[in-house]
């Protein structure tokens, strides 16, 4: 074994030098694991409070628009709530091409246009979604009526919940990558928009293109 030395002056101030390689070394850890904990909270703590954009947003039933009637805005979450079934219809949701896709319950449709980012509007006049700065138009479930917007508007993901706040039922990823529209189960009481989970639009066919109106 190697002996250590212990110099006059270690004796003098009551340590020597092994003990304080091993405090320097405690501290050293205790300091690493404060750090590690801090790191730990900052992941598990949610970043976006409910109510703010980037967190959960909730709505009751009562405020839904009925199925395939103009869209219910929401600003703070910025999005379209719409109630959609292509079995239904009408001039607010006119059929394109659509016969195998299934457009069928509630989704919540991010406001911002996906050709350049503006902010786009409901158009009472024309039935549809117009965007002021190039001139795109969408259907009420968000699937482009004329371009340039590259795709369909992109959609947040929505959540059923009973009377307790349990989860009943999400809408669920398509095969194209989109949120689907969600069919509210029986016992939903209220449901929930999650502005954090939001899923890009697919890019089908103008709607102008398939009805040569363009
Ligand atoms: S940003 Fe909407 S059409 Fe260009």
């Known amino acids: 074994m190697t002996a250590i030395a212990i110099t006059r002056d270690e004796r003098k101030v009551g340590i020597n030098r092994?003990?304080?390689l091993y405090y320097v070394m405690g501290a050293s850890i205790a300091l690493f694991?404060?750090?590690?904990?801090?790191?730990?909270?900052?992941?598990?703590?949610?970043?976006?409070?409910?109510?703010?954009?980037?967190?959960?947003?909730?709505?009751?039933?009562?405020?839904?628009?009925?199925?395939n009637q103009p869209p219910i805005n929401n600003d703070d979450g910025r999005f379209w709530l719409v109630n959609l079934d292509i079995e239904q219809p009408n001039q607010f949701l006119a059929a394109?091409?659509?016969?195998?896709?299934?457009?069928k319950g509630v989704a919540a449709v991010y406001k911002v246009c996906t050709?350049?980012?503006?902010?786009?509007?409901?158009?009472?006049?024309?039935?549809?979604?117009?965007?002021?700065?190039h001139g795109s138009k969408y259907r009420l479930d968000g699937r482009r009526i004329e371009s340039p917007a590259?795709?369909?508007?992109?959609?947040f993901q929505v959540i059923a919940?009973?009377?307790?706040?349990?989860e009943l039922a999400k809408s669920e990823e398509t095969a194209d990558g989109q949120w689907s529209p969600l069919v509210l189960p029986a016992g939903t009481a209220r449901i929930a928009?999650?502005?954090?989970?939001?899923?890009?639009?697919?890019?089908?066919?103008?709607?102008?293109?398939i009805e040569q109106t363009c």
């Open 18 to 20: 092994r003990e304080f």
């Open 33 to 67: 694991s404060a750090e590690l904990t801090g790191l730990l909270i900052w992941f598990l703590i949610p970043r976006f409070r409910e109510g703010e954009f980037g967190g959960r947003f909730f709505s009751e039933l009562s405020i839904l628009p009925e199925i």
């Open 96 to 103: 394109a091409d659509e016969s195998d896709v299934d457009i």
């Open 115 to 133: 050709h350049l980012g503006c902010i786009y509007d409901w158009n009472e006049a024309s039935s549809r979604f117009e965007c002021p700065c």
């Open 150 to 155: 590259p795709r369909t508007l992109d959609r």
């Open 161 to 166: 919940l009973d009377a307790n706040g349990n």
């Open 193 to 209: 928009v999650d502005t954090g989970a939001k899923k890009e639009g697919s890019v089908l066919p103008l709607i102008c293109e």
